[in-house]
């Protein structure tokens, strides 16, 4: 009966010492969280997506309570919550533009044609590590939904063979992007029609051997296009966003139907 007591004793004096000590390490090496940074990590959209270039909410949160980061920081939440939080900030940023996926690859099912039956692990990085190309294109989409599987938001399917995105469903989170192992996703403006549909940096007549709608470099689109948007590097037509007056006419002209209008 001693031994029990002792024990009981023994374990609620070395409670007592341990809860002490956790309160007078607490007190020593407390840090006051600024209000605000608690304001604005409520009203984030929580996604935790990475795509304002921090590890977090909490973590663009603090970046934007230091002054490290604008009111604008997270490009998801868009306009609504810019505004509250120049509200709690004080300040007057603009909301930054609303960017959403596309798929640099129109080489369905219909356009280009099996050269390899995998049955390996359904996963776009394994078949890329295994260089076992479905497709003609080495270049192509692999169609295997990795992308579809990352987005939080299930703005991304795979339809005839291809990774296609629902725009109006799309946050611009850019995980897609980097879960891409043939970097055929990149973000574009909320909105743009005319965009290039292709990553096939081989010469024109290596092109159509393997898809009938790859880009073969024949510059009719830099031609027709007014604003100088367009420019051809390594065989590839390429579009800046931020000079396309998103007019059409590259895609008019364009033969192979690369450049699309979505």
Known sequence: MNAILIAAIVLAAVGIVVGIGLVFIGTKFHVDV????????????????????????????????????????????????????????????????????????????????????????????????????????????????SCAAACPHGAISIQDGIAVVDQEVCIGCGICVKECPKQLIELVPYGQKTVVRCSNKDKGKDVKMVCEVGCIGCRLCTKQCESGAI????????????????????????????????
Do not use: F
């Open 34 to 145: 600024d209000p605000r940074e608690t304001a604005v990590r409520e009203v984030l959209p929580g996604n935790n997506c990475g795509a304002c270039g921090y590890a977090g909410c909490d973590a663009v949160a603090s970046a934007i309570v230091v002054g490290d980061a604008p009111a604008s920081a997270c490009p998801v939440g868009g306009a609504a919550v810019t505004d509250k939080i120049n509200e709690i900030m004080g300040t007057h940023a603009e909301a930054a533009a609303r960017r959403v996926a596309s798929i640099r690859c129109n080489g369905t099912c219909e356009h280009t044609s099996t050269k390899n039956n995998y049955v390996g692990i359904r996963d776009c990085r394994a078949v890329a590590l295994s260089a076992l190309y479905p497709r003609d294109c080495d270049y192509g989409c692999l169609g295997l939904g």
């Open 231 to 262: 420019t051809v590097t390594d065989n590839l037509a390429h579009i800046d966003y931020t000079l396309c007056e998103d007019c059409g006419k590259c895609a008019e002209k364009c033969p192979q139907k690369t450049i699309s209008l979505l």
